[in-house]
């Protein structure tokens, strides 16, 4: 599996995690700058992501909403603050209704993604930073538990074959 | 969740989302402590380490108990595991996005070569 390194930090409610890829920096960038391909890894196999508005710019804006298996939506965006092809990604996520607004009172989590070469291929870092012990639970709360359930059977799958 | 199940989620969250109640709640993860002993270890009074202590085993966080003169104060194991257990369900979804990744960049995927 390419994930070599996970960090918990309690205190500051943060997860780090660190994978290798066997590809270029630019190619793993290509995933996050090709809407068609993030949408492809950002929601679960029971929750698949379609992409709309897609800008990676400093103050633009990635739109997403996730359909799950009763035909259920669930709507969110990323808004960007940092872009540094390719090496690195800032962005606010968030929780939004089905036309994109944020949904107000709903936690918002800072992400720092960091792509590096690594031994001939890509050593990504995914730092995902929560406000509070209640935005954590309330992103569980929202329905990421499922996905992740089906996450896990996911990688069962994968380990199994 | 119940009505009970979120009055403890709430009273477990504000429990740790203070810095003093966090670190009484390392030492006593370790082994009891006397509440006296914890309050030598805080520029504050008897009282207020007291007061914190009290909001942990509100939470569920600790138990105390009396030996002599003494409180005694130990943690939960199991109740401080629930917080670490939230970030573990997290890097469960990013467990699947890099798996997901994974495939999608692998070159017969994409294209022969």
Same mark, same amino acid.
């Given at each position: 599996?390419?994930?070599?390194?996970?960090?918990?930090?309690?205190?500051?409610?943060?997860?780090?995690?660190?994978?290798?890829?066997?590809?270029?920096?630019?190619?793993?960038?290509?995933?996050?700058?090709?809407?068609?391909?993030? =949408?492809?890894?950002?929601?679960?196999?029971?929750?698949?992501?379609? @992409?709309?508005?897609?800008?990676?710019?400093?103050?633009?804006?990635?739109?997403?909403?996730?359909? %799950?298996? =009763?035909?259920?939506?669930?709507?969110?965006?990323?808004?960007?603050?940092?872009?540094? =092809?390719?090496?690195?990604?800032?962005?606010?996520? %968030?929780?939004?209704?089905?036309?994109?607004?944020?949904?107000?009172?709903?936690? @918002?989590?800072?992400?720092?993604?960091?792509?590096?070469?690594?031994?001939?291929?890509?050593?990504?870092?995914? @730092?995902?930073?929560?406000?509070?012990?209640?935005?954590?639970?309330?992103?569980?709360?929202?329905?990421?538990?499922?996905?992740?359930?089906?996450?896990?059977?996911?990688?069962?799958?994968? @380990?199994?074959? | $969740?119940?009505?009970?199940?979120?009055?403890?989620?709430?009273?477990?969250?504000?429990?740790?989302?203070?810095?003093?109640?966090?670190?009484? $709640?390392?030492?006593?993860?370790?082994? /009891?402590?006397?509440?006296?002993?914890?309050?030598?270890?805080?520029? $504050?009074?008897?009282?207020?380490? #007291?007061?914190?202590?009290?909001?942990?085993?509100?939470?569920?966080?600790?138990?105390?108990?009396?030996?002599?003169? /003494? #409180?005694?104060?130990?943690?939960?194991?199991?109740?401080?595991?629930?917080?670490? !257990? $939230?970030?573990? /369900?997290?890097? #469960?979804?990013?467990?699947?996005?890099?798996?997901?990744?994974?495939?999608?960049?692998?070159?017969? !995927?994409? #294209?022969?070569?």
């Amino acid at each position: 599996m390419p994930v070599t390194d996970v960090t918990q930090d309690l205190d500051n409610l943060t997860l780090t995690i660190t994978a290798d890829f066997l590809a270029p920096v630019e190619r793993i960038w290509q995933v996050y700058a090709d809407p068609r391909q993030l =949408e492809k890894v950002w929601g679960p196999p029971s929750y698949p992501a379609t @992409v709309v508005d897609h800008n990676l710019t400093p103050g633009g804006r990635v739109t997403y909403f996730m359909t %799950g298996p =009763e035909g259920d939506k669930h709507a969110g965006y990323w808004h960007i603050t940092a872009v540094d =092809e390719p090496n690195s990604l800032s962005f606010d996520d %968030g929780f939004a209704d089905l036309d994109f607004n944020p949904t107000p009172g709903l936690p @918002v989590s800072r992400n720092v993604y960091t792509f590096t070469a690594h031994d001939g291929g890509t050593r990504a870092t995914y @730092v995902s930073t929560y406000e509070s012990a209640e935005a954590l639970q309330q992103v569980l709360d929202m329905g990421v538990v499922e996905g992740a359930t089906s996450a896990i059977n996911q990688i069962d799958g994968l @380990v199994g074959s | $969740m119940s009505e009970e199940a979120e009055e403890r989620a709430d009273a477990l969250f504000h429990a740790l989302a203070d810095r003093t109640r966090r670190d009484i $709640m390392r030492r006593v993860l370790g082994g /009891e402590h006397s509440v006296s002993v914890l309050a030598a270890k805080y520029d $504050m009074s008897f009282a207020a380490v #007291q007061k914190h202590v009290a909001v942990l085993e509100r939470a569920g966080l600790l138990t105390k108990r009396r030996s002599g003169r /003494e #409180q005694l104060a130990s943690g939960d194991v199991q109740a401080v595991r629930s917080v670490a !257990s $939230m970030l573990t /369900e997290l890097e #469960q979804v990013w467990r699947g996005r890099i798996a997901r990744i994974d495939e999608l960049i692998k070159p017969n !995927s994409e #294209q022969e070569d």
